[in-house]
C-alpha cells in the first residue's frame, strides 16, 4: 500500500511537472507571436536607434473610398510622406485607391492579403497570402521595395520564415495611439506626440468610416512634431538611415 501511495505521488509529481513545461511553452510562444520587438527568424524592425529627428508615419489596411483621399490630401498639404500598409483584398476591391496612393508618391507595404492572424498557419497559406498581395500592389504601379507587416502584429514561425528566406522585412511599431479601441482626435494627436522619439515608426488606423477621429488627428500631430524639429519619411527611408 506504501509502496503504490508512493508510485502515485511520484506519477502526479511528474504530471504536474509536464503540465508546467507545457503552460510555461505556451505562454512564451504567446509572447513571441504578440512581440513587437522579436521574432525567431529574420529582421524585425519596431523603431530605428539614431539621434536624428525623423519619424514615419503608416497607416494600416484599407484602402477605402472613407478615408483614403482625406488622409493623402492632409499628407499632401503638409508634403509629408507616408507608408501604407494595405490589405490585399481591399485592393482587389479599390483598385483605384491604391493607385492613387502610388501616384501621389507614397510607400505601399503588404498588410497580408485577408488580414488574417499569421499564426498557426502553413508555409503555402503565408506565401500565398504575401504573392497575391505583392502582385497587387505592383498593378497599382507602386515601383518601390515592399515591406510587409503582420496583421495584429502576430507571427510565430511560418510567416517569419518566409520573410526571411526572401530577404524581406517585418515592420511593427512603437508609438500605435489608435489601437485600443476608437479614441478621439485630441487623445490621439497627444498619445503621438508624447510618445514619438528619434526613429520612431507610428501605426495609425485612419481608412474606414469608424476613423474619422483619426483621420483628423493627422494633420494637428505632425504640425506639432514638425514644430519639434521632426522631419517625416518613410519607412524604407528609416531602414536606409539605420543602415
Sequence with gaps: MILKTRRARKWAIVVACVLVVVLAGAFTLLQVANSRTFQFFGTLVDRVETTEKVVALTFDDGPDPAGTHAILDTLKSRQVPATFFLIGRDIAAHPDLAHDIAAAGHEIGNHSFSHDRMVGVTPSWVADEVEATDALIRASGYPGEILFRPPNGKKLFALPHYL??????????????????????????????????PGSIVLLHAMYAAREQTRRAIGPLVDRLKQRGYRFVTVSQLLAARR
Design 164 to 197: 526571411a528566406s526572401h530577404d524581406r522585412v517585418t515592420i511593427t511599431w512603437d508609438v500605435e495611439p489608435d489601437s485600443d479601441g476608437t479614441p478621439d482626435a485630441a487623445s490621439v494627436e497627444q498619445t503621438t506626440v508624447g510618445q514619438v522619439r
